[in-house]
């Protein structure tokens, strides 16, 4: 089956530096990468997703990059914020499936 | 968009009793739902799949008879913890997917004394 590995799994960043947290998958039939933002006792979020067939999508501070051939994705967040600080979570999954494999999560804290 | 809600948020229950988890889908139909797992600072892991009008499908490792899923219609699938022990303290979070994203309930906090 999938196998995601994400890194770090804490990342401090003063406010307006910016954040990357990176992440592998192992099946080649992968096709779907979300990512979601999880803050304390909440539910997951999805903030933003990549399909296989482009290598990067940005929505205002928040982007991610799709490598196929390493298979490896990222997700850059750029002029971070106190209120960024949450669990970011990749995924991955082929298909029309809704199982994603999660990966173990990035603790992101904003200092103000 | 895609809503689901999920009760209770927050349940403590002594150690030998059962817990039941609601989760609905509230303006679409769910024929699959999905139960996950989250210990504290770690990911989310798939517990099982619940299937509309027949049996759920558990991950390996995850006991049926002790996480008993029904999912009797297109809105609604429960999970019950059964003779739950302190080890069951946990969160769950229940999911579907919708317009090929996955839509998450907002958790239940399980603290089993």
């Known amino acids: 089956g999938e196998n995601v590995e994400q890194h770090p799994s804490t990342l401090s960043v003063q406010e307006g530096d910016s954040a990357v947290i990176k992440c592998t998958y192992s099946d080649s039939a992968s096709n779907y990468f979300p990512w979601y933002k999880q803050e304390l006792g909440k539910r997951p979020q999805l903030i933003i997703d990549i399909r296989s067939n482009v290598g990067e999508k940005k929505d205002q501070r928040i982007a991610v990059t799709l490598n196929k051939t390493a298979k490896h994705f990222s997700l850059h967040i750029t002029e971070t914020q106190p209120e960024d600080s949450a669990v970011y979570f990749c995924?991955?999954?082929?298909?029309?499936?809704?199982?994603?494999?999660f990966g173990r999560g990035t603790s992101l804290i904003v200092h103000p | 968009g895609a809503v689901v809600s999920q009760h209770p948020s927050r349940v403590i229950c002594k150690s030998g009793t059962s817990v039941k988890i609601e989760c609905r889908s509230l303006?679409?139909?769910?024929?699959?739902m999905f139960w996950y797992r989250q210990f504290p600072k770690q990911s989310l892991m798939l517990m099982a799949t619940?299937?509309?009008?027949?049996?759920?499908?558990?991950e390996q490792g995850v006991e049926k008879d002790k996480f008993l899923i029904n999912h009797a219609s297109l809105t609604l699938s429960t999970l019950t913890v059964t003779s739950a022990h302190p080890e069951d303290s946990s969160f769950y979070i229940c999911?579907?997917?919708?317009?090929?994203?996955?839509?998450f309930g907002n958790g239940t906090r399980l603290t089993v004394t």
């Open positions: 303006d679409f139909q769910a024929t699959t």
């Open positions: 995924a991955a999954s082929s298909g029309g499936s809704y199982i994603p494999t």
């Open positions: 619940s299937n509309e009008g027949s049996k759920a499908t558990y």
């Open positions: 999911s579907a997917g919708a317009n090929r994203d996955l839509h």
